[in-house]
């Protein structure tokens, strides 16, 4: 396994990492356990609090030159790459300010004796990918850190600098080493990490098949796992949603990032034949008006994709789904200029038995499908093995909502394109993965939730008893 850095606008190598030796990772390992136990779980939650605030404010300090490395490692726009910073950076300073309130006992009504307190369990291994470095890693190491765990990240081998640069802003905010700790490891060394006693909960976003074989190898060690995989939202287009605007959402919702996103409009579903003609002109007419180049240049809307095997990946969708029947309307191959650029696409006329009907399409490809009904709506928008997020446009709004109820994934948004903050839970259903992460709910996958009751000196074995039983 090789980590380095090719720049996609230009195809040329900029840097390579070695891969971290045996020794190396055993004394890693060893390290943050120990710490874990030593120091970090005892340390007070305004203490780790003062930890993340600080690493926030580096973030945001450093927001340019953050964000030129990610730009550098998967080609990402800018623009898009600073607002992933900022958004990394929120999610730091969310759980720094809300973390003291989360870890409160919780009371159980009707028992005053009884609680459940939230403690820490142990080294958390994150494996993450490449298409928002920051944004990811922070989804992971906000919530944990400050419940006290500690972290073990292995970051794609695609983005070695932005891993790096993340390792180093929490060192600088004052992370004890082994708090939070950075390797470019094999998936040999992977899985005896997963193997290894001292690992207690093994996190991963990422694709289908990766999530597949971690929460395996994860379930055999008995431990806790949360997956967030693969995606292909649905983006419906109910008849009376002004056109316009769900053209210019669906746009921004498959396009962002180049269509390298999870929760991308990767299905655009509209129901009426003549509003899906218009539709599609008017799509295709936008997408047209998109500018490949430089990602570090301003004047840029399109991005390369974020590798050599990502282009090609998606390029071999594109051909078999034309092999199969569909139709190209726009796009299809890559782009002649150096880098990893592929045309603007869309796809229609795609039934049922096309390859891509159920596969994720994770690039600047957009299928559009043309329905008669809200109902066929509905049911091509469950037709799939994944189940992450979804799209409801409609003026009805009552209507879009029971729409939205109908949609078999982990978060529906209605007039939007699925985004993410900090507070909002963030996760999926079927092959989607589960768990959750983001809001409270993400700071308690990975904790231990105690019960402890109390009862006074000589109380019954059984049954619940007054605390002042005794006096």
């Known amino acids: 396994m090789i980590y380095q850095t090719i720049n996609p606008a230009t195809g040329k190598l900029i840097k390579t990492f070695p891969t971290i030796s045996n020794g190396e990772l055993e004394e890693a390992i060893s390290r943050a356990h120990s710490i874990y136990k030593d120091d970090w779980r005892q340390r007070p939650v305004v203490e780790r609090a003062r930890i993340l605030a600080r690493a926030a404010a580096i973030m945001q300090e450093r927001a340019d030159e953050l964000a030129r490395i990610v730009t550098e490692d998967m080609g990402k726009l800018l623009l898009v790459a600073t607002m992933e910073v900022s958004i990394a950076a929120g999610i730091l300073d969310y759980y720094a300010k809300n973390a003291a309130a989360f ?17 820490p369990i142990g080294v958390i291994l994150a494996i993450e990918p490449w298409n928002f470095p920051y944004y990811q890693i922070a989804r992971v190491a906000g919530p944990q850190l400050m419940a006290g765990n500690v972290v073990f990240l292995k970051q ?23 708090a939070y700790t950075n390797i470019f490891a094999s998936h040999e060394q992977i899985s005896h990490l997963i193997a290894d006693q001292r690992v207690a909960g093994v996190t991963l976003t990422g694709s289908e098949r990766a999530g597949s074989a971690i929460a395996e190898q994860a379930g055999r060690h008995l431990k806790k796992v949360v997956m967030e995989l693969g995606g292909s939202d649905a983006f419906i287009v109910l008849p009376d949603a002004p056109l316009d605007h769900a053209v210019e959402s669906a746009v921004f919702g498959r396009m962002f990032n180049c269509g390298q996103s999870c929760i991308a409009s990767k ?22 008006a998109l500018k490949a180049g430089d990602p570090l240049d301003p004047a840029t809307s399109f991005p390369p994709m974020s590798s050599e095997r990502a282009m090609n990946t998606i390029l071999e969708q594109v051909a078999a789904a034309k092999a199969a029947g569909a139709d190209v309307l726009l796009g299809g191959n ?48 469950n037709d799939t093995p994944y189940g992450l997020g979804g799209s409801v446009y409609g003026a009805d709004l009552d209507r879009a909502r029971r729409v939205a109820a109908r949609i078999e994934s ?8 699925v985004w993410t903050a900090p507070e909002m839970p963030f996760g999926g259903v079927k092959n989607s993965g589960f768990g959750r ?31 002042d039983a005794n006096k």
Not at 156 to 178: C, H, I, N, T, Y
Request: glycine share 10%; hydrophobic share 45%.
């Open 103 to 119: 870890l409160e006992p919780k009371q159980i009504a009707g028992y005053p004796g009884a609680a459940l307190v939230t403690e």
């Open 267 to 288: 299905r655009i579903i509209v129901v009426g034949k003549d509003r899906g003609a218009a539709f599609v002109e008017k799509y295709i007419e936008q997408v047209k």
């Open 334 to 381: 890559r782009i002649d200029r150096p880098g990893f650029f592929v045309e603007p696409t869309v796809i229609t006329n795609i039934d049922g038995s096309n390859p891509v009907y159920r596969q994720e399409l994770f690039g600047p490809v957009a299928t559009i499908y043309v329905v008669d009904s809200e109902d066929e709506a509905v049911r091509i928008a």
């Open 410 to 417: 982990g978060m529906v948004f209605i007039n939007q394109p």
């Open 437 to 467: 992460e983001s809001s409270e709910m993400g700071f308690g996958e990975f904790v231990n939730h105690k019960l402890i009751h109390l009862a006074p000196a000589g109380a019954p074995v059984w049954g619940e008893v007054p605390l």
């Open 156 to 178: 794609a081998e695609s983005v070695p600098q932005a891993a790096l640069a993340f390792e180093q802003v929490l060192r600088e905010a004052g992370a004890p080493e082994g």
